[in-house]
């Protein structure tokens, strides 16, 4: 099972989302209750993606063995190079499944059947010379491995570097949703044009970046002149202050296996010698805590946004019960507001759809100008490529689309966000609570919920409710999230179909999987063989691009207009909700005021209660927000 969050300040963030929850749930707003529950499970299971990168041949796989303590588990030798991207995350017991156009759903292999998904050599048919599994996108790999056992997952990536261009495309588009990037260097020489002008391309698509400088056991005393001349050539970037770490995944599989053999001093020695342990410190107590801490102000975040609503609401139950004579004026003036809001014609839908037509315009004049690039990229690796082009140069432009569809993705999932951020902050002036769009955009993650099962509504039971009373613990809590979420995305409750349980990998999902609107089409542009002379890859080029011309517009389009439907319907949602709960007012104003004042006394005293209570959940909410921006990363 992948195990809670070690992060200092999560049981007492978890403990104030779970008052705040408890006490939406007494007021009767249960979407608010699920949403904070859905933020919780976020922060306990955080599902942190890690890229690693490096050209082809810098041990990327020898590393990622080396990480999990798997000496086989990703095919590694001198001649193999890996050609898709392979996710590692944590499984109680061994698993692969293969995504890609012939098999969405996904496909369960054997590990032993991994090379012929995976490396470029025996991928492909020698009797043919066709590839044996065309349109392969990803496998992910699942392994009983501690380093994973806190939601961590590792993605290795194609080679970078040379003529498959589009390899750097689509991994580019997977550092827009990564947490981290682990920058895989050889040891032997310095840094390469062709890996600075990748790195360049990266300065702002992931926050987090770690050197590793592989194969010191081979370069002998080499390297620390390496890393010297490393450090020189990234004077002045962004990441001349980044942390490098010398390793020899060969010397860390030797101390595993001493492990294995009950040599104890000989593994510590091995593991010394590896250079290993500070980066696995690194990763495990440092990036991971740092990311987990981001989560938790989400959390915070989401569960300060709805006390505001929930104060509102007491608010007026309060003055129900004091028999305000101002009430019913006050409760009109907000209907009133609300209807305005409500209508096909209002503002805010108004806005809202200029703000979408804006985001269609980026994103054909993206679409234009990648597929340009692409385009002329593959011509000229065409033109000045020799015989491997015609193997190598169709897997480039496949993977140049994906990386442009990729980002696509990020332009509509950056701009939605942008545009429901403003309906939020208008919104709340009317005690509207808009989710945040990573919520309301989930649904197209579609790699995320493949093979998932449909599991049960994700809410806040009644045992977890009792945490605001103290009835259970922090732990307790972190128990039953981490029960129910630990390898499954279920449809939870509160907002339908578009709020879901936090998948096994995180982040992972909308890192490498395809908006699905536009997923069917990419599979269209898989070349189902070989071409035979560089005239004929030259007239496949072109018919791809052309089809991708002619099919991605309104793929897109369609994928906007659906997503600005749920955008709009979550909205009417809260808009209705909060509608109901001023009519319920004025009925409960009605019954306050021909009940006689024993009877109201009770109600009142527990409403001025709650609403001190609140008070006091928004003092330590802001507190945590403080400690974790001082002392929580």
Known sequence: MVQASRHPLADEVILAVAAVADMARAVGDIDSATILAQDCTLAVLPGSTI??????????????????????????????????????????????????????????????????????????????????????????????????????????????????????????ATLNRADALLFVVNGSSELHASELAFLERATER??????????????????????????????????????????????????????????????????????????????????????????????????????????????????????????????????????????????????????????????????????????????????????????????SLEDGIRGLVLDLQGTVHTGAEKLVGELAGRFGVHGVYVPRAEILLDRWDSATYRGSGSGEPMDWPAPVDGAAHGSLSAEQIKDKLTEWAPAVGGVASGLGSRIRKLPRYGKLGLALGVVASVGAVIAGFVFRRVAKTKEELRRMTDDTLRRARETLPSALQEMLTEVLGEVQEAVTERIAFREAELEEALARAERDREAAEIEREAPRAEARAQREKLVRLRAEIAGLRRRLATEGA
């Open 51 to 172: 890229v690693v990168v490096g050209e082809k041949n810098r041990g990327k796989s020898s590393l990622i063995n080396a990480l999990v303590s798997r000496r086989q588990l990703l095919p590694v030798d001198t001649d193999i190079s890996t050609r898709v991207h392979v996710a590692v995350s944590y499984a109680g017991e061994d698993q692969a499944i293969v995504y890609g156009g012939a098999f969405p759903d996904g496909l369960k292999i054997k590990l032993d059947e991994m090379p012929e998904y995976v490396d470029e050599t025996a991928a492909v048919d020698p009797d043919t010379g066709e590839e044996r599994h065309p349109g392969v996108d990803r496998v992910e790999l699942g392994v009983a491995s501690p380093l994973l056992s806190e939601g961590l997952v590792l993605v290795d990536t194609p080679g970078v570097g040379g003529l498959i261009a589009g390899h750097a495309d689509i991994t580019l």
């Open 206 to 395: 992931v926050h987090t970046v770690l050197f590793v400088l592989t194969g010191i056991d081979k370069a002998h005393r080499g390297w620390r002149a390496a890393l010297e001349e490393n450090h020189r050539l990234l004077r002045g970037s962004r990441f001349a202050t980044a942390p490098w770490y010398p390793v020899s995944s060969r010397a860390k599989q030797d101390a595993d296996r001493a492990v294995e053999e009950g040599r104890e001093e000989r593994a510590a020695e091995l593991m010394e010698r590896s250079g290993f342990a500070p980066l696995l410190a690194e990763l495990r107590d440092n990036v991971m805590l740092r990311i987990t801490a981001d989560r938790l102000k989400v959390v915070l975040d989401s569960a300060d946004a709805i006390t505001t609503t929930l104060d509102e609401q007491l608010e007026l139950r309060l003055r129900s019960l004091e028999l305000d004579p101002g009430l019913t004026a006050s409760v009109r003036e907000r209907q009133t507001e609300l209807a305005a809001l409500r209508g096909k014609g209002a503002q805010w839908r108004t806005e809202l759809g200029v703000g979408f037509r804006g985001l269609e315009s980026t994103l054909r004049r993206e679409l234009d100008e990648g597929l340009l690039r692409v385009g002329g990229r593959t011509r000229q690796a065409i033109d000045s490529g020799g015989w491997e082009t015609l193997r190598e140069v169709p897997r």
